[in-house]
Structure formats: C-alpha cells, structure tokens
C-alpha cells in the first residue's frame, strides 16, 4: 500500500497498477486503503478501463457501499466524466458525509451539470449534512459556468448569513468569474476591491479571462500586471494578453508581449489530446 501511495502521489500512475496487479498475483488481498491509493491513479479519462477494473476488485470485496471508498469511486468517475456511472455509485452509498456530497457536486459542476449539482445541494441540506467551504466553491463555480448570475449571488450571501461559512479568495474568485462572464466587470472590478483580504492570481486570471471575453483591454492589462507581478513565471497571463491585443488589432502590442516571453524564456503549454485504441492509451499534440 505504501508503495502504491507512493507511485501515485508522484505521478506514476501505471507504476502504481502494475504493482495493484503484482499483489493480486502473489495472492494479497487488497483492503480498502489500497483500493483508496489506486483509485487515485485511475482519476483522469485515460485510465478508465483500469478504473472499472478495479471497480470491479471493490464490488468482489463488497467494498462499494463503505463510506470513504464508495466517495473515491465517485470522485474517479467524476474526474473521467463518467456521471451516470459516478451517479450510480454515490446512489448505492449507505451513508453520505459531507466529502461524499462534494464530490458528487463537484463531478455535475466541472462537468457542466449545474442544474443537477444545484439540486444535489438541496438534497444535502434536506437530509441535514452540513456543507462547508469545499461544496460553496463547487456551488458557486457550477453557478458561474452555467451562466446563472442571480443563483450565484443568492448562495454567496447564503453562504455567510445562513450557513457560517466564511468567503475565502477561492469564492470571491468564483464570483469574479460569475459576474465577468456576465459581462459586469465593473461590479467584478468593485468585488475585487472589497475583498478583505489581498487578491490573488487566480482571482486577477478571471478578471482577465473576462476582459478578453468583452474586449475590456485597458482593465485586462491592469489585471495581467497584477499577476505578472504575483505568478511571475506563469505564460498564461501574457498568451491571454496577447490574444486581447490581437482581437483589438493592435499588432505592436502582440509583437511585443511575445517578445517579452522570449526574452523570460517563457513558452505557451502545448495542448494535447489522448485516445484508448485496443486498450492502449495514445497521447497527441497539435501537428502529430
């Protein structure tokens, strides 16, 4: 177990099942904290068969309703995309804490799912499990990709006045992004501003984000400065710059930004993609 924690927790996730399956074969029976470590390399869509597999180990275990197992299922089918089977799984849970909730939320929110995680988070409340600052962040993003402005605003206040949960930047952040998608940067701007503590990168990168959506250049420029000078090293900030420049037609403009990254040695993270061919897993870039 420990060495399978071991693989996973550095990334070595092939490792890491290699070793699952040497176990089985020398006759070790797994417990649930190993099905925990593995699950934990199986959480992204490229691993999926592997993590049916080993779906599988914890149904032959009878493992599948325990509480702290059952929620590192949902939580790798989640992170896969897999909601029906994560939905499945979640329902067949005995007890739900406030972990198995938030993942589940959080699975129909990054996902794209926010009118099922809004509904979920009522079914939370109705069978009287407390949430906290992990399920109001997952809230408010669901709020913010959905475009539901008012929602948004609703359980914010909510948050604070009815459940105790004190905003943290991560909130703010996710209301900065709600409010700049809705195109009210100015109200996105006055957040920032009343925020009572010091904004961070990830707050400034959504302002950002959204003065590139609505082609508010002199306020992405004031943002991208903010992060230039708090994630100096991150490319992002001067590729979303150069992108608003470019939209504005202000060629100078994105010469010179690129110039800049050059010249730090910066480079844009190259995207890529991956597909499962006869249960092989192949990675690809732009141009391959």
């Keep these: 177990n420990a060495m399978i924690a071991a693989y996973v927790q550095h990334g070595y996730g092939e490792e890491a099942f290699a070793l699952f399956l040497q176990m089985q074969q020398e006759g070790l029976k797994p417990s649930g904290s190993t099905f925990l470590c593995v699950l934990g390399a199986c959480a992204s869509p490229a691993a999926l068969a592997e993590g049916k597999l080993i779906h599988a180990n914890i149904v032959s275990c009878r493992l599948e309703s325990d509480i702290v197992v059952g929620t590192a299922l949902v939580n790798m089918y989640g992170k896969c995309g897999c909601l029906t089977d994560a939905t499945t799984v979640f329902g067949k849970m005995l007890q739900r804490d406030t972990v198995s909730y938030n993942v589940m939320i959080t699975a129909f929110a990054q996902n794209g799912h926010a009118k099922d995680a809004l509904k979920l988070f009522g079914e939370m409340q109705l069978e009287g499990v407390k949430p906290d600052e992990i399920t109001f962040t997952s809230i408010l993003s669901a709020c913010s990709h959905a475009g539901r402005l008012d929602d948004g605003w609703r359980y914010f206040i909510s948050m604070m006045r009815d459940h105790d949960v004190t905003p943290t930047v991560e909130h703010y952040g996710c209301m900065v992004d709600l409010l700049g998608r809705a195109g009210q940067l100015d109200e996105a701007q006055d957040l920032i501003n009343s925020m009572p503590f010091k904004a961070d990168a990830f707050v400034w990168s959504n302002l950002l984000g959204a003065c590139r ?76």
Excluded at 233 to 254: E, I, T
Excluded at 257 to 269: E, H, N, W
């Design 213 to 288: 959506l609505h082609g508010d250049v002199e306020r992405g420029e004031h943002a991208a400065e903010r992060i230039f000078e708090l994630d100096p090293k991150d490319p992002g900030p001067y590729v979303s710059l150069s992108n608003m420049y470019a939209a504005a037609n202000r060629w100078d403009d994105v010469a010179r930004v690129r110039k800049t990254m050059d010249d730090k040695g910066m480079k844009k993270q190259v995207g890529c993609s991956c597909i499962e061919v006869n249960h092989r897993v192949h990675e690809f870039v732009a141009g391959d």
